[in-house]
């Protein structure tokens, strides 16, 4: 007679238990930035993109206009962003400043140390494998309709 599956065996529930460490190293790494993972997202976005209106800024993090307001505003007191005032009837830009880039490039190098904290052990074929596995997962909320 087969074994029945267990919950521990769940791929679904390995992943929430491990994302929610993740997320806390996440946030601690952040949080010697004075970041939060909104914050970095709507750096990351700027840096690529300064013509993104916050609306843009906003459908890009799931969050209502006026929240990423607030998380802007933030930004701009950190010294992060800049608005720059456009002429008569056009909208501001909202412009990363170099201390806006250093943020970045910190998080970049954290984002490396927590890499090698997760994977340290694994084989480089298993990186690649896992690597390509969330690639594929990104896609399921777009499936999905979430």
Same mark, same amino acid.
């Given at each position: 007679?087969?074994?029945?599956?267990? =919950?521990?065996?769940?791929?679904?529930?390995?992943?929430?238990?491990?994302?929610?460490?993740?997320?806390?190293?996440?946030?601690?790494?952040?949080?010697?930035?004075?970041?939060?993972?909104?914050?970095?997202?709507?750096?990351?976005?700027?840096?690529?993109?300064?013509?993104?209106?916050?609306?843009?800024?906003?459908?890009?993090?799931?969050?209502?206009?006026?929240?990423?307001?607030?998380? =802007?505003?933030?930004?701009?007191?950190?010294?992060? =962003? =800049?608005?720059?005032?456009?002429?008569?009837?056009?909208?501001?830009?909202?412009?990363?400043?170099?201390?806006?880039?250093?943020?970045?490039?910190?998080?970049?190098?954290?984002?490396?140390?927590?890499?090698?904290?997760?994977?340290? $052990?694994?084989?480089? $074929?298993?990186?690649?494998?896992?690597?390509?596995?969330?690639?594929?997962?990104a896609t399921v909320?777009?499936?999905?309709?979430?």
């Amino acid at each position: 007679m087969a074994e029945q599956p267990t =919950v521990a065996d769940s791929t679904t529930l390995m992943l929430v238990t491990v994302g929610r460490l993740l997320s806390r190293r996440v946030d601690e790494e952040l949080a010697t930035q004075g970041l939060t993972l909104r914050h970095l997202g709507a750096l990351g976005h700027l840096s690529h993109r300064p013509d993104l209106s916050y609306s843009d800024l906003a459908r890009r993090a799931g969050v209502t206009t006026q929240s990423m307001h607030t998380t =802007v505003r933030a930004l701009e007191e950190q010294g992060a =962003v =800049v608005r720059v005032l456009a002429g008569h009837g056009h909208a501001a830009r909202l412009e990363i400043t170099e201390h806006g880039r250093g943020m970045l490039a910190r998080m970049a190098e954290a984002a490396v140390r927590l890499d090698e904290e997760l994977l340290g $052990e694994l084989s480089a $074929e298993q990186v690649a494998g896992l690597r390509a596995g969330l690639a594929a997962l990104a896609t399921v909320p777009r499936r999905l309709g979430l």
